[in-house]
């Protein structure tokens, strides 16, 4: 199998030297998509030899990968290994990814694999949230659905959004046609002007990709909570036995999501404990699917 690393940059020039140099021996299987960076960063990668795609302006992460993705299959590549230009992935888990992908069809890095208390409580809830309801909707028990960092067969068809929706598409469409999915812990690492919030734009955009890939059709509660961010509204979620306040943050356009924090990392706890096989979607033909640490044996598609 042959693969290629994929970096969507943008205005990256104070980390993208740094984050090139701890590739080691992958340098030559790697392509930075310059994502009509305004900054140094073409000139950079250019200058550390690198090889570089663009994109005459900012068009979205998602754009970006959709690129990258593009110029693999061109090229022949068997697979892709997509993370991040600001220094939040480790390029030398790189490895560690390729390694669970042999027996999957998408490695995602999951930040909550390991109990990490400097993770902001509203950044947690967050993300449990999306958890539990990818979980509960497909049977398995993931612990981070919005990562970057991720390892993935070439796929023949790649998702439209152009922004951050595109990580959350392109995970729950491959849950959907039921890929094996396995997850690698990865350190989580904010940076200091980041918001804790979340960004309405990306709920909104989870929830979309939930009303059309959920095996068992729209729900109630996701229509109603799509619903409530496409008018941007405050909404309550509860899945799993565990109630999010979601409240809208207009100024910044974005979410606060509350929930009771010592039940929320408790289940938590759970996921990250939980051996076996996930349950499987029955009743309109589709296969078994699941989720697995990358350590253990992997969950046949």
């Not at 950079?44 to 068009?59: D, K, P, S, T, Y």
């Not at 990814?97 to 998408?106: E, H, I, K, P």
């Not at 392109?170 to 039921?178: F, T």
């Amino acid at each position: 199998m042959t693969y290629l690393i994929v970096i969507p940059a943008y205005n990256a020039a104070a980390t993208i030297a740094d984050v090139l140099g701890q590739f080691n021996g992958h340098r030559e299987r790697l392509v930075v998509v310059d994502d009509g960076s305004t900054d140094a960063t073409p000139d950079i990668v250019r200058r550390l030899g690198g090889e570089l795609l663009g994109h005459a302006q900012n068009l979205g992460v998602g754009a970006a990968l959709r690129t990258g993705i593009r110029y693999a299959r061109s090229c022949g590549f068997d697979q892709v290994i997509t993370l991040d230009a600001d220094g939040q992935h480790d390029p030398r888990q790189v490895d560690e990814f390729l390694c669970a992908l042999a027996s999957n069809d998408l490695v995602v890095g999951s930040r909550f694999l390991v109990e990490d208390d400097a993770v902001h409580d509203t950044k947690l809830a967050a993300n449990l949230l999306a958890a539990l309801i990818v979980n509960d909707a497909f049977g398995v028990r993931l612990t981070d659905v919005a990562c970057g960092y991720r390892a993935f067969q070439r796929p023949s068809r790649m998702p439209r959004p152009n922004g951050w929706r595109f990580l959350h598409e392109h995970l729950i469409s491959s849950l959907a046609s039921g890929q094996r999915v396995a997850a690698v812990p990865v350190p989580a690492v904010y940076r200091p002007s980041a918001p804790w919030a979340t960004r309405a734009l990306e709920i909104q955009g989870f929830l979309a990709a939930m009303l059309r890939h959920s095996p068992s059709g729209p729900t109630a509660e996701i229509e109603r909570a799509h619903r409530a961010v496409r008018g941007r509204r405050d909404f309550i979620y509860e899945v799993g036995g565990q109630v999010f306040h979601c409240f809208y943050a207009g100024a910044r356009d974005c979410y606060l999501v509350q929930t009771d924090m010592e039940a929320a990392r408790a289940m938590l706890s759970e996921l990250r404990t939980m051996s076996g096989r996930p349950g499987s979607q029955d009743g309109a033909g589709q296969a078994a699917h699941g989720s697995t640490p990358a350590g253990s044996p992997s969950v046949p598609g």
